[in-house]
């Protein structure tokens, strides 16, 4: 059976949401104008007002915000709310630049709460339900957005956050944990961490794992789901929109509802900025229609996917994205050619490894080279030269066939890749360095 946290809006007819975000976007242009000089001033040098801005259709006359902006006005310059009304901050790790600082107020964090508990329902959580939270908490909204979640759906909630995997463990064993939400990554070391301890999927209590924060494929998916015996939903957000949430599965699990009534979704070329239509690949952009503390108007994202609004078997009408490939800055360019981390990892997956893969990239004598370095697991050990040299070759093959590039590939031994309690680090770009 199919349940919801909110069902009239979630379910809501197209029209009446198209109206509801008519009526929001008026009044948020209103609110970012008033509250917000740098926002303002993008969009006095566009020549446009907020008089301008009559409906949804509108939208494409106001200036976009980046990274960039977000940077140049770190760390107070895009909030919306006088500093008293602020209650809580929440940052990215900032591995790239400068840390990104979103602000919140009371009724910012419902907000977000509300769209965590969507998701938690969609995933079949109810007040019966034992929810583990090992995202961390503290800066990272992962921890926070879904103990939040939790809390409103009325699950017994374990804010383990993430790491102490053998905690972890006992934690699901003793307090039959029905929920698990972490990252992907987390997840399968998770599974494979149970599986050495001799639980198979049957004496794990477990039954949906709501996982997100990092590009997957639909092969690890499966994996996850056959080792710890669960169905494994998807979850999009970022911290500049609030955090966990933005988007979430449900039990179709063919791609993610955007919280519609909250964010406004657009796909444009993101080297044209042009807007495409809807069904076209390109770089997702968000406005937020009800955020106060921190209200970001056509936010750029980076991440590349497409939007759909085809009938959802759920029930649910908003619209869908599709698992994002990875951000425009996953994105490596290697000899002239496109390559997703993602498309690497449905690769592997499908030839029997698991998600236990690094992808090294350099520049030698003015030449890229791709070299993955991929674990075997404890079936396909082996000393034997010839028959790791098979598999490589066979890799090698089916990268190629992927791709359009070759690729080195080097088998190594189980355990000898670093696990992830958290987001993965898969790519080490020597080039970079
Ligand atoms: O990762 C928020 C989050 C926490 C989402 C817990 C889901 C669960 P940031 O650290 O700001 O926020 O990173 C946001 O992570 O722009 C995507 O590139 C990536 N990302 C998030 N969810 C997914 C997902 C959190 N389900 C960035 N699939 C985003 C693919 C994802 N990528």
Redesign the pocket.
Known sequence: MERYYQKEIECAPREEIRKLQDEKLIRQIHHVWDNVPYYRKKMEEKGVTPADIKSVDDISKLPFLSKADLREAYPYGLMGKPLKDCVRIQS??GTTGKR?VAFYTLKDIDLWEDCCARAIMAAGGTDEDVCQVS?GYGL???GP??NGGSHKVGCLTVPTSSGNTDRQIMFIMDLSTTIL?C?PSYAAYLGERMKEMGYGPDDIPLKAG???????SEEMRKDIEKTLGIKAY???????LS?????FGCSAQDG?HINEDHFLPEIIDPETLEVLPEGAQGELVFTALDKEAFPLMRYR???ICTLSREKCSCGRTHIKMS??K??SD?MLIIRGVNVFPSQIETVLLNQGYQSNYQIIVDRVNNTDTLNVEVEMTNEMFTDNVGEIEERQKALVEALRSMLGIRAKVTLVAPKSIARSEG?AVRVIDKRKI
């Open positions: 990215t790790s990104v995202y990272f909204t992962g957005g879904l939400c990252t709501i996982f997100g924060a990092e590009a997957w998807d979850i999009y957000g970022l911290t500049e955090g966990p949430g933005v988007a993610m994202t980076r991440d698992k994002p990875g951000r996953d987001k």
